[in-house]
């Protein structure tokens, strides 16, 4: 149960309200605490500034570039904090590789096709869709066709050239915007960037699973006085705690990221997801492509959701920053309003939904084989409706259409 605790509380110029939206205590976490350098690093930061938005604070506890969790960590899988689709069943990949031959043939078989992969994690979900390309060399022809990867992290960047390539490249020197280049397995050039803004143009379809809800949000609390930002202040009390406090004046988040006809009481805005749509859509709307969001989420009905995760375990999201996974909810509904009318739009729908019409189901069942998915790409209107093929053209797209799709059952399906 989620409480609003109004404790005042004055500092030199700015007066803020404590807000709390869970209790933790535990004491191995303390411990945690005080190895965490970007707790310290926090700590001064607000004493000597004030307290932050929360989206400062998500941006320093996930990728600072010394200590930041995704820069240092190997966070995926049973030893992990987390586990995600990918990481559990290759069919999920699979049928992803599935969904993105069936966008480039409905939007016309461009002769150019970027695979570009948001967050590739441990790279798995691209070695599954790789192998699935591979497997259809006969239906992409002579398409050329590259990887990219946008990761911010050197050490999973690691793990994903290992998982991908024979020779696992060598990164590049400096601060060029491709950081890392080499050979996927399956004998395509494959590169890595740290932001979506170097991606060369040209027909693509991007992936991004579990990717958007690592982006930082702000949060937004409805007061008497208007709507006023969340923010993280040290604890008075306990001068290594941190606290949730209200400001009591609005910040310059609280006066533009607020819709006009927002009816909830408590809201979270992830602006720079938003400019990263907006950066997707003009590159399908002027090269051609699609676009697959897959996330926890919601159509913008969701208050609360900024919680952490440490050894699969919920974790109070202002303890021991750099060393748990934060995350806040996908909002679907903010997302697409961000593509404009440039694109067409698609769901949300359920991740259940999504793999159902791709033909999970039937995947599971017989384990289709390799050759069974070629027939089924190149002679789908032959197969009877009662016997539907592994290629179900769920969403089919244009070559300036963009379509969105969350999951709210995510690790029900695989
Ligand atoms: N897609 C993978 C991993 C999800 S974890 C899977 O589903 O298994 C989130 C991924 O996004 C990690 O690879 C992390 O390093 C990356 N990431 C997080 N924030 C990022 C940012 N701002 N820019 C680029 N990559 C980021």
Redesign the pocket.
């Known amino acids: 149960m989620r409480t609003l605790l109004r404790l005042k509380r004055v500092m030199p110029e700015v007066r803020w309200t404590m807000w709390q939206n869970r209790s933790w205590s535990n004491s191995s976490i303390q411990r945690l605490e005080s190895n965490s350098s970007i707790h310290k690093h926090l700590i001064s930061k607000i004493t000597a500034t004030g307290p932050i938005s929360v989206a400062e604070y998500m941006r320093e506890a996930?990728?600072n570039p010394v200590a930041g969790y995704?820069v240092k960590n190997d966070m995926?899988g049973a030893g992990g904090d987390f586990i995600?689709s990918?990481?559990i069943s290759q069919i999920f990949g699979e049928l992803l590789g599935v969904w993105c031959i069936s966008e480039w043939m409905a939007a016309g078989k461009s002769n150019t096709f970027q695979l570009v992969e948001?967050?590739?994690?441990?790279g798995?979900?691209a070695s599954d869709i790789l192998r699935v390309f591979s497997q259809l060399k006969t239906v992409l022809g002579e398409t050329d066709i590259s990887v990219h990867l946008?990761?911010?992290?050197p050490k999973?960047s690691q793990f994903q050239a290992e998982c991908l390539t024979v020779d696992n490249t060598q990164p590049n020197d400096g601060d060029q915007p491709v950081y890392r280049s080499g050979t996927t397995r399956t004998g395509l050039p494959i590169y890595w960037y740290r932001r979506i803004e170097d991606i060369p143009r040209g027909f693509s379809v991007f992936l991004a699973?579990?990717?958007f809800d690592?982006?930082p949000v702000h949060k937004f609390q409805r007061t008497e006085k208007g709507w006023r930002e969340v923010m993280v202040d040290i604890d008075p009390e306990s001068p290594e705690k941190l606290r949730f406090v209200v400001s009591h004046s609005p910040t310059l988040a609280s006066s533009i990221l607020i819709q006009k006809d927002e009816n909830r009481q408590h809201v979270e805005v992830c602006p720079e997801g938003g400019v990263i749509v907006q950066k997707l859509t003009n590159q399908i709307a002027e090269d051609g492509g699609a676009a697959l969001i897959v996330d926890y989420g919601h159509d913008g009905t969701k208050t609360d959701t900024f919680r952490g995760f440490k050894g699969h375990q919920l974790h109070n999201v202002l303890e021991a920053p750099g060393m748990a996974d934060l995350t806040a909810d996908v909002d679907f509904s903010y997302l697409r309003k961000m593509t404009g009318n440039e694109v067409t739009c698609l769901g949300p729908i359920t991740q259940r939904s999504f793999l159902k019409n791709m033909g999970i189901d039937s995947r599971l069942q017989v384990r289709m084989t390799t050759l069974m998915s070629v027939c089924s790409l190149q002679k789908h209107s032959e197969f009877p409706k009662e016997n539907p093929p592994l290629c179900i053209f769920a969403f089919p797209l244009s070559d300036t259409q963009y379509s969105v799709h969350g999951a709210d059952d995510l690790n029900q399906v695989c």
């Open positions: 996930l990728t995704y995926l995600t990918p990481e948001l967050g590739p994690g441990r798995s979900l946008v990761e911010v992290s999973l699973h579990e990717f690592a982006i």
